[in-house]
C-alpha cells in the first residue's frame, strides 16, 4: 500500500485533531445523561488533544513550539491582521 499522500496525511491529521478536541469537550462538559469524567480522563483528553494536535501541525509543516510552551514563556503571536488603533465599543441593543 502506498504511502498516504500530503494531502491525505493532512485531512488524517486534522481529523484525528477533531476527535480528540471533541472528546476533550465532552469530558469538560458531559452531554445530558453522560457521567462526568474523573481528573483521570481529562488529563489523558489533554494530552490526547496536544498529541493530536502536535499531529497536525507537523502535518501542515508548521514549527514546533514546545520550547516555548514547555518553559512556561509562550506567548500568543502578534496578529498584523488587526487594525494598529482601537475598535469602537459594540452597544447592545
Request: charged share 20%; aromatic share 8%.
Amino acid at each position: 500500500m502506498p504511502a498516504p499522500s500530503i494531502s491525505e496525511s493532512r485531512a488524517l491529521a486534522k481529523l484525528a485533531w477533531e476527535a480528540s478536541w471533541e472528546r476533550l469537550g465532552n469530558a469538560l462538559q458531559p452531554p445530558a445523561g453522560y457521567p462526568a469524567a474523573t481528573a483521570e480522563q481529562i488529563s489523558e483528553c489533554f494530552r490526547v488533544a496536544q498529541v493530536r494536535l502536535d499531529e497536525m501541525r507537523a502535518a501542515f509543516g508548521v514549527p514546533d513550539d514546545s520550547a516555548h510552551r514547555d518553559s512556561g514563556s509562550w506567548r500568543f503571536p502578534s496578529l498584523p491582521c488587526l487594525p494598529p488603533f482601537p475598535l469602537p465599543a459594540i452597544r447592545p441593543c
